[in-house]
């Protein structure tokens, strides 16, 4: 691009990673774009085949004086959890009576690989780091955090029951696309029950590098919890509050 008053379009490219076209287009991409996307594509692929590195999670969490315990959805292996969503999403009786003596407690915190292993990898144990030392800051327990395989995110309501705890926070890697396939998405549900609808979750998405910082997500999630804990809300709910600066006790 070129003349005056045109912004160049290296600083176009610069305020996205999606893909942008300039010019006119022929038959097919430019050999550059095509194998750009091919990789992207793979990255993608690879994210949500991947499965969780256990013995780094357990060493990083080691690190940070977290306990950890695992559990594995109805699910059962990565093949199953791509084709069945609804499996992925079911806590096995025996899990959840492994989970019983591990509360009750404020908050359960979850780990889980969710669509992208990547991103768990990259800042799943910062994360709920963080977010342990705020919620410990402010009085609330929280348990040993467990780590979920082939997990989607209502794994984490029967969880929280088996836990005997108040709220969960189910943090996992979102759907890759591709332009990022290193995305954890956080989710933050209030008295989760058996049938918890997503109106009644608040999420937390994009946290990476490229992203929201994880102290950011942390602080956030920390805020959402006490609110929550305020209101006896979340979801929806939670946000028309926030919205409207309804909230008991201020924010």
């Known amino acids: ?42 990255r993608a692929r690879a994210a949500v085949e991947a499965e969780l590195d256990l013995p780094a999670l357990a060493e990083g969490l080691g690190r940070a004086g977290l306990p950890h315990r695992g559990v594995t959805s109805a699910a059962g292996d990565r093949a199953t959890f791509i084709r069945r969503p609804d499996l992925g999403r079911r806590l096995p009786e025996a899990e959840a009576e492994a989970l019983a003596g591990t509360g009750p407690v404020d908050v359960a915190l979850v780990l ?32 040993p955090v467990i780590l979920a395989r082939q997990a989607r995110v209502a ?33 933050i549900t209030h008295r989760p029950a058996a049938q918890t609808p997503d109106s009644a979750r608040n999420c937390i998405s994009n946290v990476r590098d490229a992203g929201m910082s994880v102290a950011d997500a942390a602080l956030q999630a920390e805020r959402l919890i006490l609110a929550m804990r305020r209101t006896g809300r979340s979801g929806v709910a939670l946000s028309r509050d926030l919205a409207s600066g309804a909230l008991p006790g201020g924010q």
């Open 112 to 143: 889980g690989d969710g669509l992208s292993a990547t991103a768990v990898a990259l800042n799943g144990v910062a994360f709920l780091s963080a977010l342990a030392e705020g919620l410990a800051a402010n009085g609330l327990s929280h348990g």
């Open 1 to 42: 691009m070129s003349g005056k008053g045109l912004v160049p379009r290296a600083e176009i490219r610069a305020l996205t990673e999606a893909r942008l076209t300039f010019g006119p287009r022929g038959r097919a991409l430019a050999t550059g774009d095509a194998l750009a996307f091919a990789l992207d594509h793979a």
């Open 155 to 187: 794994l984490g309501d029967g969880i929280a029951r088996a836990m005997g705890a108040e709220t969960v926070v189910m943090a996992l890697g979102e759907r890759p696309g591709l332009s990022a396939a290193d995305s954890l998405g956080v989710y």
